[in-house]
């Protein structure tokens, strides 16, 4: 019998459900003061708790914390961060099923994913962690005048913002290696799921992080995170979310000139050549838009498909569609869950009327599927350009476009022809297609004959309106540290003399 993870669930929040959800600041949970929001359960609609929009005294006084705290944790040996991160990382598995369920509760996600997003979330904290010690190390770059050595240290305290899908992940992939080199962080988690990036900050402090490097504050992206993204003691903005929030966030560091990493929206193409082990592409095409509910920046929300297989595939994957099994995130045998609250779900369903108006097809799906949960039915668009707005606009959604091409130039073309560029899929048995094909299509990550697979060495991150910047690996310290050189004289150049009489 399956354990009954709801009850685990509501077990793990009910300290931060009898009062509104405050904030985690030097060391100690807060009662927060400012007015709150309600958190509701979206397979049920059913009120969860509520959650505060930190005031600014509240805010200042979490950035007023990572600032403090910021010395004494930059000039902690890196082997002892890399010890704490990794406590960090076992307790997060000793909880991981506890963490995995206030997932599928707060925002939705069936287990059988959010079971191994926990376990990711541990493994983030691992890799930088083992990184620590040597995120310094420069390079040393020897002229005969001058002996350039290079280093890096942490830039300060820096602001880490994130969506409501997949949080707690999301949130270790942006935390840890903040931590890992030596920077404080204030953490906002998005206000639609606020639960589960508490146990994190909660788990971090257990493992023996000092007062005031990691806080977390609620609120709304507004008030909150904008009072986060304008204060000038954070040194760096670490953005996942939207590409217009991006926008607003550039904005609003402008006067403080921050450094802003931006993971954004997308809009990415699976494209399937007819030389394609077809099987493989089906999967792969299925679960890269209907898992997560596609509520999943690199989700192939459009499919690109050779005409000349184009029906027979688009016939198979149809009937692959009808068979998903949408339900309660928590039972195993769920596939695709209900969307994080109600004013995405009505965003989602509208797509269905611009779609028909459009003149696409709706093959399966596009309808809300009744009942108080936010539960949207997984939907095929078909008969569709590019110069649709279901073939432009991320929907974010379990709604896949299907549009055909005619050869590789028209791949390309239409792969190319949105404002995102954040991934893409790429079906073919043509060793010179896949190279050519990976070379022209504007996206920053591109996965050839394979679902997307993080190796968390390599950089991810997206062009064009999808991002700016890139993290994973070195790419993380490299944001969150400043680069110095230091240039020591050999002795062998000669210094202009200026003021000497000739
Ligand atoms: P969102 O932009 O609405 O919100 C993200 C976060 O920003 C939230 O915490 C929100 O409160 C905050 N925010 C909103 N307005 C703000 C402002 N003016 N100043 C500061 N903070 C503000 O995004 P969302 O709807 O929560 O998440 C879905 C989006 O995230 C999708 O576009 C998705 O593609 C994107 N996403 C991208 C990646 C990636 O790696 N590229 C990963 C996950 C999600």
Known sequence: MQPDRRKIALGAIAPFTGQPLGHFVDGVAVAGEGVSFAVTDPSTGARLGEACDASEAELDAAV?????????????????????LHRVADLIE????????????????????????????????RFFADRAPAAADGQSLPTAEHLNVTSRAPIGPVAVITPWNTPFMLSTW????????GCTVVHKPAEWSP??????????????????????INGLGETTGRRLTEHRDIKAIAFVGESKTGSAIMRQGADTLKRVHFELGGKNPVIVFDDADLDRAL???????????????????????????????????????RQLKVGDPFDSATEVGPLIHPR?????????????????????????????????????????????????????????????????ADAI???????????????????????RVSNALEAGMIWVNSENVRHLPTPFGGVKASGIGRDGGDWSFDFYMETKNVALATGAHKIQRLGVAA
């Not at 146990?199 to 005031?212: D, K, R, S, T």
């Open 283 to 321: 999967d792969a095409v299925v679960f890269m838009i209907y898992s997560l509910n596609g509520q999943r920046c690199t989700s192939s929300s459009r499919l690109l498909v050779q005409r000349s297989i184009h029906d027979q595939f688009v016939a198979k994957l149809a009937e692959r569609v």
């Open 413 to 435: 073309a239409k792969a190319n022809a949105v404002d995102y560029g954040l991934a893409g899929y790429l079906w073919t048995n043509d060793l010179g297609r896949s190279l």
């Open 94 to 125: 000793a909880r991981a099923e506890e963490i995995a369920a206030v997932e599928c509760l707060d925002a939705g996600q069936a287990w059988r994913f959010m079971s191994k997003a926990a376990l990711r979330g541990a493994e983030n904290f």
């Open 195 to 216: 639960y589960s990036a508490r146990l994190l900050v909660e788990i971090a402090h257990e493992a023996g992080l000092p007062a005031g490097v990691f806080n977390s």
């Open 64 to 84: 007023a914390a990572a600032k403090r705290a910021f010395p004494a944790w930059a000039a902690t040996p890196g082997d002892k961060r890399k010890q704490i």
């Open 174 to 181: 942006k935390i840890a290696p903040a931590l890992a080199a």
């Open 344 to 408: 995405h779900l009505s965003k989602v369903c509208s797509y269905a009327e611009i779609a028909t108006a459009d003149g696409a097809t709706i093959a399966v799906g596009g309808e809300r599927i009744a009942g108080d949960g936010y539960f949207y039915s997984p939907t095929l668009y078909t008969n569709a350009d590019v110069s649709m707005r279901i073939a432009q606009e991320e929907i974010f959604g379990p709604v896949l476009t299907v549009i055909p091409f005619d050869d590789e």
